[in-house]
Every structure is written in C-alpha cells, then in structure tokens.
C-alpha cells in the first residue's frame, strides 16, 4: 500500500487537511504552531483506491523538541510514495521551503506543491509567486473553505497504481465514480473535539484505526493496549522501546504527546495495538490542546483491553499517580505495573518498592509489577509476554459447574452474614461475559450482598483461578432477571 505524506512547516494546515482526506475529526487541530508532533498514520479511500495517510509535524528549527519532530517528519516524509508539500499561501515563498521541496523532488518522490488558504478568488493571485518553486503539480486549495481541494484528490487518485484499488462493484459508473470526489463540508465553527461523556455507551461499537470493533468483543487476538500515566514519565519511551524504532517523539518537555499515537504489532499469533496516550496532569493545570488530547485518552481507555500504567521509579509516588490508576479500575481494564526508569532509582531494594506501590495501589492489587528502563530497554521484553497472558486471564471462561464448586466452598468457609435479621443466599453463579469477566451470581436478595462479601468471594476466585492481571466484575441478580 503506498504512503501520502503531508509534510510543511508549522501552522500551514496539514491536520485540516488530513482530517479533510480522511472525511472525519481525528487529527488535533488548532491555532498553536506545533500541535502536531508524531506522525499520524490512518487508511484513507480515495473513490476506490486506498493508501495510507501521514499527518506529519511542522518542519521548523528552535528547542530540542522542534529539531526531534523535524527529524521524525523528514524520516516520514523520505519514506513516503507521494509527498504533499504544504505551504501558507498567505505569506512569501520560504527559501527553507524550497530547500526541502527540491531535495524531496530529487528523490524521483511524486510531488505537490499545496498552497493552502486561498480563500477566495483574489488570494489565488498569490498564488503565481509559488510558481517559482518550479513544482510539476501545483495546487491553490483552501481546506476551511473547502475550495479546490477535489483537483489534489483526482491527481491523488491518478499517482496511486491500479493495484490499490478495490473492487466491490465492477458495474459501477464512470458517474458514481466522478461523485464520490466530492468532499462532505464540515463545519469549522464546530468544536472539532468535544465530547459528552454521557452519550458514550460502555458496550458501543467504535471506529479504531479504520476498522469496526464492539467494546466486548471476543475477539481475543487482537489486544489494544493503551500506555498511561502522568507527564514525562516515560510513555513514549515505553513505546519506542516495545516498537524497536522511534514511533514517539520523546523529549524533556512535559506534555510532548498531544495526539495518542497507535501502532500494531504481531507476536505469537496475536494482534497488539500498542496506543501511547497523552500525559495526564492535575485538572488546574491543563492548558490550551491539552483538554482535546485528555478527551481522546479518555476515548482510548474506553476502548482498550489492557492498560499498561508507567510510574516513575526514580521519584516518589504521588496523589495524581493513584487518580490516573483509578482510571483502569474505572474502566474496567487488565493491567500491568511498569516502574520505569529503574535504572537511575536510587531506591534499589524491589521488595520496599513492593510494599508502598501495594499499599497506595490496593484496588490494583490483581496487576502484576515490573520493574524496566525504556531507555536502556532493561526487562522491556517481558513486557509481551505478560500482556499476552494478562490477556488470556482477561478473556477466560470459568466452567459454571467449576466456578460454583469454588463459590459453594468459599460460603461454606464464611457464610454470607445475615443483615439485619434477613439471610442472603446465592443459588449459583454464571460468568456471562469476557473482557473482563463477569459473573452473575443468582440470589434471593441482591441488596444485601455487601461489599466486603464481595470482595472475599474474589479473592477466592483468584486463589482458585489465573486471574492475574485482570478485574472480575460480580452482578447480583435475582432469579428470572
């Protein structure tokens, strides 16, 4: 499949413009140079070819952060079948612009010059001062207005082989083929992010990375992992190191991830979409695009299976460390522990260590703990093996006459306590669903099942069971229910 990178220097609308080929919201945009950092990457259909997408950051020079995107962006954009070369054509041609443009034509690279924000017909006369980068393919597009864009989509179309199209329907008209160039307007006074919670469905079905997933699917060879924790703690690191190559751009400056970036992998049979989510600060100190990129960690946790939760190992824990973990009880997710940058902690004794992450993390008590250095990749391959096998448990079906079997002598060690003068009992238990699993547990009054009740009855399971890794989700019901 061939890549069509958009590459330019900062604020000259490539986000606009990848959401715009993509027909839906998903890059981060706003009015703030370097919003985009890491390479996006997304399947776009153009009519009925397809090819894969590259939103690149803003090619630009300055701090030790600006000199890593503009590196990684080249990297995409050298890689690349056809390159989209974006400028403002609200501005002077930039002799940088035309350094890069050129070496980028010298590579034999399918080329376009796109000059963005001509937004009505007397902006076009800018237009001709572009000529001078002497680009084959030159394009006057404004992608807010919606303006011109359909040429760059049909010479798009014409530089993509024949064997990228797909055949669905060979009695197609030339005409239906002609309409779907038309692009959908989206509205840009919209708020391209925001997000109610409440409309969000636990057990919905959700668009990810181009494919169509149901929350509790059971679909239990593709594990989507997503990798939390608060700012520079190491979660891009984490990534790159699991990925064997620099996906994540990683810097000293807080917040650097903005947009969560995926990337999929394969090992042992199974399909491992690791997700490097934006770093979560204390609700006061969210600025600016920050809000947006904690709205789609939050959309990616809501749809993943597994959380990988990075604390940093050379510091102490803290108060947000234990509200972010709260966020995998909340959401029902496996989980594994990374205590990153083991390396340099000076607090050596594991067993000490142990001990604190135990009694500050208690609701994650089922997480198994593993200590690594994303930086030196110390221990970071235990890592697929333990999410492979926090899968299995997270997807396991406990045979019912099995599971009673346990349940009966687990109430027959420390009955259910009567509350009140009423007796509860639990006639049988079921575990009706997977990821996580969850049990039913068939009573004659399920009110007066009590928490900690519940909770012993999970510690028996786990005793009894590999429930390592994963939450189990107990619902009283009366019979009939």
Not at 128 to 137: D, K, L, N, Q, V
Not at 170 to 182: G, L, N, P, S, Y
Not at 311 to 334: C, P, T
Request: aromatic share 8%; charged share 35%.
């Amino acid at each position: 499949m061939k890549k069509i990178a958009i590459i330019g220097r900062p604020n000259v609308g490539k986000s606009s413009l990848f959401n715009r080929l993509l027909k839906q919201r998903d890059a981060i945009t706003s009015d703030m140079a370097g919003t985009t950092r890491d390479v996006k990457r997304k399947i776009v259909t153009i009519n009925d070819k397809q090819a894969e997408l590259l939103d690149t950051g803003g090619i630009d020079e300055g701090c030790e952060l600006y000199d890593k995107i503009r590196q990684m962006s080249l990297k995409a954009a050298k890689k690349a079948d056809i390159v989209l070369y974006m400028v403002d054509g609200k501005t002077l041609p930039e002799d940088e612009d035309k350094k890069l443009f050129y070496e980028l034509q010298d590579m034999g690279k399918e080329i376009a010059l796109v000059v963005n924000k001509i937004d009505n017909d007397k902006l076009k006369e800018k237009l001709w001062e572009f000529y001078e980068f002497g680009a084959e393919h030159i394009f006057g597009i404004s992608v807010a207005h919606n303006r011109s864009i359909n040429d760059l989509l049909a010479w798009v179309y014409e530089a993509l082989p024949e064997a990228d199209r797909i055949v669905e329907d060979e009695e197609k008209t030339q005409e239906a083929v002609e309409e779907e160039f038309i692009f959908d307007e989206i509205d840009e006074e919209e708020d391209y992010f925001e997000v109610d919670d409440e409309e969000v469905e636990e057990d919905s079905v959700f668009a990810y990375n181009d494919k169509i997933y149901e929350h509790n699917s059971e679909d239990i060879d593709h594990i989507k992992v997503a990798i939390i924790g608060r700012t520079n703690v190491g979660k891009s690191s984490l990534l790159n190191a699991l990925l064997k190559e620099e996906r994540s751009v990683v810097s000293a400056v807080a917040g650097t991830t903005i947009d969560p970036i995926d990337e999929t992998i394969h090992y042992k049979g199974k399909q491992v979409t690791f997700v490097d989510t934006a770093g979560l600060r204390r609700r006061g100190k969210i600025v600016g695009i920050e809000k947006y990129a904690l709205m789609r960690t939050t959309k990616m946790l809501q749809n993943a299976n597994i959380a990988l939760l990075v604390l940093d190992a050379s510091e102490g824990f803290r108060d947000l460390d234990e509200k972010i973990a709260g966020l995998v009880d909340k959401h029902h997710l496996g989980c594994i522990i990374v205590l990153n940058k083991w390396d340099i902690s000076d607090r050596q004794k594991y067993e000490e260590v142990l001990k604190e992450l135990r009694d500050r993390f208690k609701f994650l008590s089922f997480a198994p703990v593993v200590t690594v250095s994303a930086k030196t990749n110390l221990r970071v391959e235990k890592l697929y093996d333990m999410i492979l096998k926090v899968n299995d448990n997270y997807s396991q079906r406990i045979p019912t006459a099995r599971l009673n079997e346990v349940l009966e002598w687990a109430m027959r060690k420390h009955p259910l306590p009567a509350i009140k003068g009423q007796v509860a009992k639990i006639y049988y238990a079921t575990q009706y669903d997977i990821r996580p699993p969850k049990i039913a547990l068939i009573m004659n009054k399920p009110r007066l099942l009590h928490f900690t009740y519940r909770r012993y009855l999970k510690n028996q399971l786990r005793e009894a069971f590999d429930f390592s890794g994963t939450p189990i989700l107990f619902k009283a019901k009366r019979r009939g229910e």
